[in-house]
């Protein structure tokens, strides 16, 4: 098979492919990342990547190249380029699906399955699959549903497997070819759910637009807690024994980033107001602003923390991915809250153990620094990635020998307040009292 697209999706698919048994080549236009590929090296953070990609080249199942003419050896392609929004509006921009398809055309061979996996919107395929016919092949949309994290896991166990196919014969035959992609999936009763197009790509922004709006609805209980003096992680605890609502996804906190969640759910409302349908998902934009609100209470927390004034005060931000196990800091709330007490005038000093060349490349105008340095003489302290270096290893007395104050804003509900309270420190988190 080929994987046409090697960035995050991509890499980790053509690896996860090649340890269950099939011969892979990962094809992208990006030369410094193909060459850090084709060397067994993972040009991201990804738990478990290195050593699939390690073991998958050593085999010589395994291999990239920006020659897209190596696609011709296979018989099954994927297309795992990104989706980015649009620069002039919520819209997908579909530049790299479009660009993909019409680079991989001219080497197709009839009865060739091409399976799409990029998110896009409702209708795409449609579009795409008369361009893929017309050489004789057959495209079928296979939504992801990757956890960056856990992404290896996930591609090889996933919890549902989707394939949108044509009708008749076609489409039954597609559906068999990828049942033998995923055979060891479906071998352990992963659910297998064959569908049409437009239902396929439905699955994946349905599933992200329901998850930014559980996040997002615990968040507006916050805002009532703090008002009240209720307590957030209480109330989610208790609503989280409903089955019908369950726990997951109910932690109030700085709110959801990087580059799924907020620009697919934005994507979402624009495809339904192309089709006539804008009221149909009106939430999701309230959705997006409850979760950008998020970001505006935790740096609100630390100006009220230091009576009014952040201005030249030292604040250690512990964070910057948008998520822990992550190097990723795409619409990061964590660099978000960074950036914006910088704007007040505090000397701010971010830690992550993961992402600071990545934000370092982003937002230069920070300073940088291993977790006990950001921690030494801050007046200071915002908890915005919960990485267990953070919720687990720091402990409060830790802190204390380093900090000139004692003040913690959680911004992910993820410390022990108790403790942290017993230590001495004045802790603040988000929603509770």
């Given at each position: 098979?080929?994987?046409?697209?090697?960035?995050?999706?991509?890499?980790?698919?053509?690896?996860?492919?090649?340890?269950?048994?099939?011969?892979?080549?990962?094809?992208?236009?990006?030369?410094?990342?193909?060459?850090?590929?084709?060397?067994?090296?993972?040009?991201?953070?990804?738990?478990?990547?290195?050593?699939?990609?390690?073991?998958?080249?050593?085999?010589?199942?395994?291999?990239?190249?920006?020659?897209?003419?190596?696609?011709?050896?296979?018989?099954?392609?994927?297309?795992?380029?990104?989706?980015?929004?649009?620069?002039?509006?919520?819209?997908?921009?579909?530049?790299?699906?479009?660009?993909?398809?019409?680079?991989l055309i001219p080497h197709l061979k009839?009865?060739?399955?091409?399976?799409?996996?990029?998110?896009?919107?409702?209708?795409?395929?449609?579009?795409?699959?008369?361009?893929v016919a017309a050489t004789g092949a057959?495209?079928?949309?296979?939504?992801?549903?990757?956890?960056?994290?856990?992404?290896?896991?996930?591609?090889?166990?996933?919890?549902?497997?989707?394939?949108?196919?044509?009708?008749?014969?076609?489409?039954?035959?597609?559906?068999?070819?990828?049942?033998?992609?995923?055979?060891?999936?479906?071998?352990?009763?992963?659910?297998?759910?064959?569908?049409?197009?437009?239902?396929?790509?439905?699955?994946?922004?349905?599933?992200?637009?329901?998850?930014?709006?559980?996040?997002?609805?615990?968040?507006?209980?916050?805002?009532?807690?703090?008002?009240?003096?209720?307590?957030?992680?209480?109330?989610?605890?208790?609503?989280?024994?409903?089955?019908?609502?369950?726990?997951?996804?109910?932690?109030?906190?700085?709110?959801?980033?990087?580059?799924?969640?907020?620009?697919?759910?934005?994507?979402?409302?624009?495809?339904?107001?192309?089709?006539?349908?804008?009221?149909?998902?009106?939430?999701?934009?309230?959705?997006?602003?409850?979760?950008?609100?998020?970001?505006?209470?935790?740096?609100?927390?630390?100006?009220?923390?230091?009576?009014?004034?952040?201005?030249?005060?030292?604040?250690?931000?512990?964070?910057?991915?948008?998520?822990?196990?992550?190097?990723?800091?795409?619409?990061?709330?964590?660099?978000?809250?960074?950036?914006?007490?910088?704007?007040?005038?505090?000397?701010?000093?971010?830690?992550?153990?993961?992402?600071?060349?990545?934000?370092?490349?982003?937002?230069?105008?920070?300073?940088?620094?291993?977790?006990?340095?950001?921690?030494?003489?801050?007046?200071?302290?915002?908890?915005?990635?919960?990485?267990?270096?953070?919720?687990?290893?720091?402990?409060?007395?830790?802190?204390?020998?380093?900090?000139?104050?004692?003040?913690?804003?959680?911004?992910?509900?993820?410390?022990?307040?108790?403790?942290?309270?017993?230590?001495?420190?004045?802790?603040?988190?988000?929603?509770?009292?």
């Open positions: 098979m080929s994987v046409i697209g090697c960035g995050y999706l991509g890499a980790v698919h053509a690896a996860a492919m090649t340890s269950i048994g099939h011969d892979v080549v990962g094809i992208d236009v990006d030369e410094p990342k193909i060459q850090a590929l084709a060397a067994g090296k993972a040009p991201f953070f990804e738990p478990g990547l290195p050593e699939l990609l390690t073991e998958g080249v050593a085999s010589g199942r395994l291999r990239f190249t920006t020659d897209m003419s190596a696609a011709a050896e296979a018989t099954v392609h994927f297309i795992g380029v990104g989706t980015p929004q649009q620069k002039d509006g919520y819209a997908a921009d579909l530049t790299y699906v479009n660009a993909a398809v019409d680079a009839p009865g060739d399955i091409v399976a799409g996996k990029s998110t896009v919107p409702v209708g795409t395929a449609a579009i795409l699959a008369e361009r057959t495209l079928v949309w296979n939504p992801e549903f990757l956890r960056e994290g856990w992404a290896v896991q996930d591609t090889i166990s996933p919890d549902r497997l989707v394939a949108g196919v044509p009708s008749g014969a076609q489409g039954e035959r597609a559906a068999d070819v990828l049942r033998e992609v995923y055979h060891t999936a479906i071998a352990t009763d992963t659910p297998f759910i064959v569908t049409d197009y437009a239902t396929a790509e439905l699955v994946k922004v349905a599933a992200n637009a329901f998850l930014a709006t559980k996040i997002s609805f615990i968040n507006a209980m916050a805002e009532i807690a703090e008002v009240t003096g209720a307590d957030v992680t209480e109330l989610a605890d208790a609503i989280g024994h409903d089955a019908r609502i369950g726990r997951r996804f109910l932690g109030a906190g700085i709110g959801f980033g990087g580059g799924c969640l907020p620009k697919d759910i934005r994507a979402f409302s624009a495809r339904a107001e192309e089709l006539g349908r804008g009221e149909s998902v009106a939430f999701l934009r309230e959705v997006d602003a409850i979760n950008l609100r998020r970001r505006d209470r935790a740096v609100q927390l630390v100006v009220d923390a230091l009576d009014g004034d952040v201005y030249e005060k030292k604040i250690a931000v512990l964070g910057a991915a948008f998520k822990p196990h992550s190097d990723d800091i795409r619409d990061s709330p964590a660099l978000d809250v960074a950036v914006k007490l910088r704007g007040l005038g505090a000397d701010v000093v971010v830690t992550d153990p993961e992402a600071i060349e990545n934000a370092r490349s982003r937002h230069p105008q920070l300073t940088y620094a291993e977790r006990d340095e950001a921690l030494t003489g801050a007046h200071a302290v915002v908890v915005v990635t919960e990485w267990d270096e953070y919720r687990r290893q720091l402990s409060p007395a830790h802190a204390s020998s380093l900090t000139a104050g004692r003040i913690v804003v959680d911004g992910r509900n993820c410390l022990d307040a108790p403790a942290w309270r017993a230590a001495g420190w004045t802790y603040f988190g988000m929603g509770r009292p």
